[in-house]
């Protein structure tokens, strides 16, 4: 995971400035049986659902999924992806409306949670598979904020 402000404030950032808007991070051996970890996640907060997405230049209507996340929103279910492959960019809003630039990768497990505005992007690779877990699916629907800082 790489982690940066998005604005040069000059300030350092850290996992606990991901906390403290109730953002969880955790790494997981990808290459080992990660089961056991999610399940722990998945018992600790209530997931029940469990796929995997992937995202490749060869996905019909790339551009047009993409364009549904890029925008800053919500859900009412937390977000949960572990990166399986390639990479992703979360920018997330901070306790103070900043926006906090979080790069993953395979071994990132990363929850944005419920009612926490933020956007995704894919890097130029256009490639990220990840394990994605579900309280209940309804909440996956973006919530679109109204006006953007
Ligand atoms: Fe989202």
Same mark, same amino acid.
């Given at each position: 995971m790489?982690? @940066?402000? !998005?604005?040069?404030?000059?300030? +350092? &950032? #850290?996992?606990?400035? !991901?906390?403290?808007?109730?953002?969880?991070?955790?790494q997981?051996? /990808? #290459?080992?049986?990660?089961?056991p970890?999610l399940?722990?996640?998945?018992? #600790?907060?209530?997931?029940?659902?469990?796929d995997?997405?992937?995202l /490749? +230049?060869?996905? +019909?209507? !790339?551009d047009?999924l993409?364009?549904k996340?890029?925008?800053?929103?919500?859900h009412t279910d937390?977000?949960v992806r572990l990166?399986l492959a390639?990479e992703g960019v979360?920018d &997330?809003?901070s306790a103070?409306?900043?926006?906090m630039?979080v /790069?993953v990768?395979a071994?990132d !497990?990363?929850?944005? +949670? #419920?009612?926490c505005? =933020?956007?995704?992007f894919l890097?130029?690779?256009? =490639? &990220?598979?990840?394990?994605r877990l579900f309280?209940d /699916? @309804?909440?996956w629907?973006p919530?679109?904020?109204? @006006?953007?800082?």
């Amino acid at each position: 995971m790489k982690l @940066s402000w !998005l604005a040069d404030n000059n300030q +350092p &950032i #850290a996992v606990a400035d !991901l906390n403290r808007v109730g953002v969880h991070y955790e790494q997981v051996d /990808t #290459a080992g049986d990660m089961q056991p970890q999610l399940d722990n996640l998945k018992q #600790a907060r209530g997931y029940v659902e469990q796929d995997i997405i992937e995202l /490749t +230049p060869q996905t +019909p209507n !790339l551009d047009t999924l993409c364009d549904k996340f890029k925008d800053e929103h919500l859900h009412t279910d937390d977000e949960v992806r572990l990166v399986l492959a390639g990479e992703g960019v979360f920018d &997330i809003r901070s306790a103070d409306d900043q926006w906090m630039r979080v /790069t993953v990768e395979a071994g990132d !497990l990363l929850v944005v +949670p #419920a009612n926490c505005y =933020h956007r995704f992007f894919l890097t130029p690779r256009k =490639h &990220i598979r990840c394990v994605r877990l579900f309280k209940d /699916t @309804s909440g996956w629907t973006p919530v679109y904020r109204e @006006s953007q800082v």
